[in-house]
T-cell receptor
C-alpha cells in the first residue's frame, strides 16, 4: 500500500543532542513538507521541498535542517539550536499542481 | 500573507445531530483551494473535503458538506448525522493556486460527539 512512513513514533532525547526524524513516501509525490504541531496551535511549516536537492525554509526553520537526496525521503534534523524542540512533528507530501497534502502518522519528540 | 481563522476552539454535539464548524480566511488572491482536515485522537491527519474557489457549487462528501461564501471569505463545514467517530480536531486550510502553493492552517476546532 502507498503511504507516508514516519519513524519513530516516539523519540526521546537529552537537551543539547541533535536528532533526526525520518520521513519516507512511496506515493511518487513531488513535494514533501515538515510541520510542527503544538497544543492549541495549528500546523506550522518548518521546511518544504518541491524537487530533489532543493528545499526552502518555512515559517519556523530556525534550529532545524533538512535534506532531499532522494524523491522518496525528506529527513528532518532537530539541532541543539532549536530552543523548544518538544512537539509533535508531521511529515506530508503531495503532487505539485493543486493536489491536497497527504500526511504521515507523526513523530512525538520529547527533549529533556 | 494569507491567514486562516477558526473562532470556535471547542464544540460539542449530540450523536445523530448536525453541527457546523466555522472558518474564515483572508487573502487578496482570486484563485485558491480550501480544505478541511480531521485529526482524531490517533493524530493522523485525514482530508475531509476540499473546495476550489472558482467553483460556486458547494462541495459535499457523504455526511460532510461546506458552505463556501467567497465574497465573505467564509468556509464552514457541516457534519450531518454526527457519529462518535467524528470526535476529532478539525483544521481549515488554505492553499494558494499560484504562489508557492503552500498551505496555511487555522488553529483548529476540537469537536466532541456525545453519546
Amino acid at each position: 500500500d502507498g503511504g507516508i512512513t514516519q519513524s519513530p513514533k516516539y523519540l526521546f532525547r537529552k537537551e543539547g543532542q541533535n536528532v533526526t526524524l525520518s520521513c519516507e513516501q512511496n506515493l511518487n509525490h513531488d513535494a514533501m513538507y515538515w510541520y510542527r504541531q503544538d497544543p492549541g496551535q495549528g500546523l506550522r511549516l518548518i521546511y518544504y521541498s518541491q524537487i530533489v536537492n532543493d528545499f526552502q525554509k518555512g515559517d519556523i526553520a530556525e534550529g532545524y535542517s533538512v535534506s532531499r537526496e532522494k524523491k522518496e525521503s525528506f529527513p528532518l534534523t532537530v539541532t541543539s539550536a532549536q530552543k523548544n524542540p518538544t512537539a509533535f512533528y508531521l511529515c506530508a507530501s503531495r503532487f505539485l499542481k493543486n493536489s491536497p497534502l497527504h500526511f504521515g502518522n507523526g513523530t512525538r519528540l520529547t527533549v529533556t | 500573507a494569507q491567514t486562516v481563522t477558526q473562532s470556535q476552539p471547542e464544540m460539542s454535539v449530540q450523536e445523530a445531530e448536525t453541527v457546523t464548524l466555522s472558518c474564515t480566511y483572508d487573502t487578496s488572491e482570486n484563485n485558491y483551494y480550501l480544505f478541511w482536515y480531521k485529526q482524531p485522537p490517533s493524530r493522523q491527519m485525514i482530508l475531509v473535503i476540499r473546495q476550489e474557489a472558482y467553483k460556486q457549487q458547494n462541495a459535499t462528501e457523504n455526511r460532510f458538506s461546506v458552505n463556501f461564501q467567497k465574497a465573505a471569505k467564509s468556509f464552514s463545514l457541516k457534519i450531518s448525522d454526527s457519529q462518535l467517530g467524528d470526535t476529532a480536531m478539525y483544521f481549515c486550510a488554505f492553499m494558494s493556486w499560484d504562489y508557492g502553493q503552500n498551505f496555511v492552517f487555522g488553529p483548529g476546532t476540537r469537536l466532541s460527539v456525545l453519546p
